[in-house]
């Protein structure tokens, strides 16, 4: 086995603390990504692949990124729900990786909802 370098336990150490900070509720912004069979088949998959690679290429610590079963609205599949604190839930529907990218540009970093991917804020659906 090969010998741990510093870099590698700093590696480790940011790992579990971004896993902690998921499992006790802290974050500035929950991403989930809706995952159900239906989300899975209309490619939620790719959905949740996209927010994984912008966290990491953007070195974002503050996001939670969960996924759920399905949100009984398979015909926007696939969706996201954000939750930036301090503001309400926004549903995204029939996702793209290029829409979930600006969603994540827009909602996620600058709080900013995208109005032209939004299918609900809240429990309001938006016209």
Sequence with gaps: MAKLKIEDLEKIADDYKRKMTVREGGGRVKVTVHMGTCGIAAGAREIMNTFVSEIEEKNVKDVILTTS????LCSEEPMITVEVLG?????????????????????????????????????????
Excluded at 69 to 72: L, M, S, V
Excluded at 95 to 109: C, G, N, R, S
């Design 69 to 72: 079963g399905c949100a009984g």
């Design 87 to 127: 503001q309400a839930p926004v549903k995204y529907s029939k996702l793209t990786p290029e829409k979930a990218k600006k969603i994540f540009e827009q909602h996620v970093l600058q709080g900013i909802f995208v109005k032209e991917y939004a299918l609900s804020i809240g429990s309001e659906k938006v016209q």
